[in-house]
């Protein structure tokens, strides 16, 4: 395998010395392999990718508490099963970032498009960009905090976790929603089926002050967001629609 | 799947290198879909001369005296130039209609591609790095062009269920996605007149288009009134002589990503299609947003 990194000589301090991937050059199977390589306990834990652009699956599966630089943009799924894994972005993501997160933190610098932090687990997901539509569909506690704006049909069945969007929310926000919370400070285009506006008591300004400061966002207020979260009424069939099936 | 590329320059210098940037494209896209390819490679010549690129599985015996056989026929100068399976021949503008008819009479296994004053049109089954290499489509120049990587889902793999689709005079569309009212439609557009050449979905739409225009509506007034009339997913790049649009549709699910700089916009199924355009770095790159019309004009 050809490795490229920073320092060459094979002394102790060599292996805490970041190691550089250039996707230029070695295939994103030697990456990926690399980093599923990582004994647990591992001096090797910084990690930097060069000329992404646009590969699909960037650091899928990371099981380590690394951190993973990506210089520039990524395609599908970068960061997908993340359990551990400090992945940053510097770019755009495709669609899929942080699909089913474990545990561990992903930031994009710039947008994300389409499903992030789909099916989620664990784990906080930071886009400081814009992200697109379906953003945390069907999460089942994975935390996704939003600097800019989120497309339609986000946190769709979405199960547990935390949806945070400074900017505006797109049509049908919390779609058949269960017990994910949704925090948006902008508008709301519109409401999906069985998501309600919801009341902010101290539990979740305390909640949503944890996840800007983990976030690291330092210029937005909890007060300054509504809470919408689900009405509970699609939990059990309705004996009065059965006509409708 | 299915892998669309899209380039519309505003930067005269970088005219010559179309085809090699649209090209390369399309090529880095071929995993979405290696069933077919085709190019739409837009670029006006000489006042006054029109274009009809026609395609044939016997080529040799096709294309063999066409020039000599179709000049005769329309009373007018006729050149050609082969490339493999297709050939462009160039005719008075005001004689496309009539050259159209001729050579349906004069060569009737003859399949025609695309017809107008800037349009030619490429595509036949196989990789895209095979159908770019087989047309020398690095070297062509141009204003602005469309190509398409297919994987078929709605009609069989052939070269005319290969993309783009052209339905009208420096008209194509290539599509991502499936129509699920496709045959409806296509029954109604017979009526208005329309001809058809395959049981093809995207063939649908192209002539939706191409009939809403003929109606007199502009690229983006048919744009948007597709939104309306289709039914089921697509993410559509149509090309017309002075244009080049974008629609997708309000589930929006099939991917797209655009860029814009002072040089050119710039249209890619995925990133990884405009990650080596010159000044990519610094330029504005957006998803475009669901049941929104875009479009530019020279």
């Not at chain 1, 994975?142 to 797109?170: C, E, P, T, Y």
């Not at chain 2, 649209?22 to 029109?50: C, F, K, N, Q, W």
């Not at chain 2, 007034?221 to 289709?230: G, I, R, T, W």
Request: charged share 20%; net charge negative.
């Amino acid at each position: 395998m050809n490795i490229s990194n920073v320092a060459t000589a094979p002394s102790r301090e060599a292996s805490f010395a970041r190691r550089v991937f250039d996707l230029g050059e070695n295939s994103l199977r030697e990456l990926n392999q690399a980093l599923h390589d990582l004994a647990p306990g591992s001096n090797e834990t910084a990690w930097e990718v060069l000329n992404p652009k646009g590969s699909h699956s960037v650091a899928v599966g990371v099981d380590q508490p690394v951190s993973i630089d990506v210089r520039g943009s990524v395609g599908y799924y970068c960061g997908g099963m993340n359990a551990g894994g400090a992945i940053t972005v510097h770019g755009s993501a495709g669609p899929g970032v942080g699909e089913n997160m474990m545990s561990g933190r992903i930031v994009v610098k710039g947008d994300a498009s389409q499903y992030a932090g789909a099916t989620g687990r664990g784990g906080l997901l930071v886009i400081e960009g814009n992200a697109s539509s379906r953003c945390g569909i069907s999460m089942k506690g994975i935390d996704i905090v939003v600097r800019g704006n989120i497309g339609h049909m986000s946190a769709f069945m979405a199960q547990s976790g935390n949806l945070v969007v400074l900017g505006d929310a797109g049509d049908a926000l919390g779609d058949s929603i269960y017990e994910a919370g949704l925090f948006v400070r902008g508008k709301v285009k519109s409401l999906g089926a069985d998501c309600i506006k919801k009341e902010m008591r101290p539990e979740h300004i305390a909640l949503l002050q944890d996840l800007l400061d983990r976030a690291g966002i330092r210029d937005a207020r909890p007060q300054e967001f509504t809470r919408y979260g689900s009405a509970r009424t699609l939990y059990n069939f309705n004996i009065d629609n059965a006509d409708a099936y | 799947m299915c892998g669309i590329v899209g380039l519309f320059l505003k930067d005269k210098s970088l005219e010559p290198r179309l085809g090699a940037l649209l090209s390369e494209m399309l090529v880095s896209l071929t995993d979405r879909g290696p069933d077919s390819a085709g190019i739409a490679i837009y670029d006006s010549g000489a006042a006054g001369h029109g274009k009809i690129t026609i395609q044939s599985s016997t080529p040799k015996a096709d294309f063999e005296g066409l020039e000599a056989d179709l000049g005769k026929k329309i009373g007018a100068k006729v050149s050609s130039i082969v490339k493999s399976t297709h050939a462009v021949l160039d005719v008075p503008a005001d004689k496309l209609e009539e050259a159209r008819a001729a050579i349906a009479e004069l060569r009737p296994n003859v399949r025609l591609m695309g017809v107008g004053e800037a349009i030619e049109i490429y595509k036949e089954v196989g990789l895209p790095a095979d159908v770019v290499k087989r047309f020398d489509l690095a070297r062509m120049g141009g204003s602005h062009g469309i190509g398409h990587t297919r994987m078929a889902t709605e009609s069989a793999v052939t070269t005319l269920g290969a993309h783009p689709f052209s339905t009208g005079p420096d008209q194509c569309l290539v599509h991502n996605g499936s129509l699920s009212n496709h045959n409806n439609l296509r029954r109604e557009l017979i009526r208005d007149g329309m001809r058809f050449e395959t049981e093809n979905d995207t063939e649908v739409a192209a002539a939706y288009l191409s009939s809403k225009i003929a109606h007199g509506q502009n690229l983006g007034e048919a744009l948007q009134s597709s939104l309306e009339d289709l039914d089921g997913f697509f993410t559509f790049v149509v090309g017309t002589k002075n244009g080049f649009g974008v629609v997708r549709d309000p589930i929006a699910c099939k991917p797209a990503v655009m860029a814009e700089t002072d040089q050119y916009v710039a249209f890619g199924s995925e990133y990884r299609a405009l990650a080596n355009l010159p000044g990519i770095e610094e330029a504005r790159v957006w998803e475009p947003e669901p049941s929104t019309v875009y479009f530019w004009e020279h």
